[in-house]
């Protein structure tokens, strides 16, 4: 009886013992981090692969994703230099770079950092005026940014980014920047349209200059070639003449035949409106000259009668 009484101890004794050895064996997965205390004091920081505990002595106070995290906080609401409420929420980036420091140096970590983000966020909008705080985002993210992660430093966290998720101002605000933007978008549209017609009436000139242009330019040519008409067909003029004078030169004419084409030139001559008619003496010998002067006057009596 006592021999059973034994084995069962035994057994059950082997059987805790197993239970226990299995409690206190840990294998810690990639990107966590336990953070562990032996009689009460912090001891070590398991990382991942297989560890054991001290039975009874050891104890895991946190585990700690050492993830990137990401938290959402709710609208705060901030005044801004020239005295505007608005509503600005925040997302906030960080991840935890010491896991001892986040378990022993701030209690309730993300209330804390949700508070630290509140009051830098209202000094830093506190500085500015509504429409710097509108047009000045990255500015604001990156002065949160540097303030956070300084001021998180001795917490073990790292703040890597931060972002204004959105900013509300005040709605008679929003009306009276609606108003702003209709009233620039149409001073744009105006603009554009006194644009497009200040290029249409410069392409209609521009269009009117070339006509007028080349309507010269064409004028121009015409009367150029008119000229060189005129000034070929006068030397072909002086070239015939030139030619018939030295034919006449080369044929050698006597007296008589000269001082007859003189007498044809001057019986053209009285063929005008002329009164008079002065014969030159080399001429007035000629046999028959008289006759032909008579009847040259009786022709030209008749004419102006």
Same mark, same amino acid.
């Given at each position: ?13 082997? @059987? ?61 609401? @901030? ?19 010491? *896991?001892?420091?986040?378990?022993? +140096? ?173 014969? *030159? ?6 046999? +028959? ?17």
């Amino acid at each position: 009886m006592g021999s059973i009484i034994g084995k069962i101890i035994l057994t059950a004794l082997g @059987v805790f013992v197993v239970l226990v050895a299995a409690l206190n064996f840990k294998i810690v997965q990639q990107s966590k981090a336990y953070v562990l205390t032996r009689l009460g004091s912090f001891h070590t920081i398991w990382t991942q692969g297989p560890h054991f505990k001290m039975p009874f002595i050891d104890r895991i106070v946190k585990v700690v994703s050492l993830k990137e995290q990401v938290v959402d906080f709710a609208p705060q609401p @901030v005044i801004t230099k020239d005295n505007v409420t608005m509503q600005i929420d925040t997302v906030l980036y960080f991840a935890i770079t010491d *896991p001892k420091l986040y378990t022993y +140096g701030v209690e309730h970590p993300m209330s804390a950092i949700e508070n630290l983000t509140a009051t830098t966020l209202r000094n830093i909008i506190g500085e500015l005026e509504l429409d710097q705080t509108l047009t000045s985002r990255d500015i604001i993210n990156s002065k949160m940014r540097s303030l956070l992660d300084e001021a998180t430093d001795p917490w073990g966290i790292k703040v890597n980014r931060v972002e204004l998720k959105n900013i509300i101002p005040p709605r008679e605000i929003q009306d009276a920047m609606e108003k702003q933007m209709k009233a620039e978008r149409e001073r744009r549209e105006s603009i554009l349209q006194a644009e497009g017609q200040k290029q249409s009436q410069i392409l209609v000139a521009e269009g009117e200059k070339q006509s007028l242009i080349l309507k010269a330019e064409a004028a121009k040519e015409a009367a150029i070639k008119r000229a060189e008409g005129e000034a070929e067909a006068i030397l072909k003029v002086q070239q015939a003449t030139a030619e018939a004078l030295k034919l006449l030169t080369q044929a050698a004419p006597s007296d008589q035949v000269v001082k007859l084409k003189a007498l044809e030139a001057f019986q053209k001559a009285a063929d005008g409106k002329a009164t008079k008619l002065i014969i *030159p003496s080399e001429i007035q010998g000629l046999a +028959g000259l008289a006759a032909s002067a008579k009847e040259i006057f009786s022709d030209n009596g008749e004419d102006r009668k």
